[in-house]
């Protein structure tokens, strides 16, 4: 199903970035991984209670779960 490929796509993506950042971690560059503060400040747009933030993210999840549904029915 749809549900799997995404599963196994997001296990691939989540051991690659691992790996990543052990060897980031063993080259002492560690650093190169980590936004700065400024880079990732512009990314906020509003302060929410957390009940809106978690309902804004599953409507976003749900709609992108629905978009691959339908790139992958067929």
Do not use: Y
Not at 10 to 23: G, H, M, N
Not at 59 to 73: H, I, P
């Amino acid at each position: 199903t749809w549900l799997a490929k995404i599963a196994l796509f997001a296990k691939a993506f989540v051991d690659e970035l691992r790996a990543q950042v052990r060897s980031a971690a063993a080259d002492g560059r560690l650093h190169e991984l980590l936004p700065f503060t400024g880079q990732s400040a512009a990314l906020i747009h509003d302060v929410v209670p957390a009940a809106e933030a978690v309902d804004r993210i599953m409507t976003g999840a749900v709609a992108a779960l629905r978009a691959a549904n339908s790139w992958t029915a067929g």
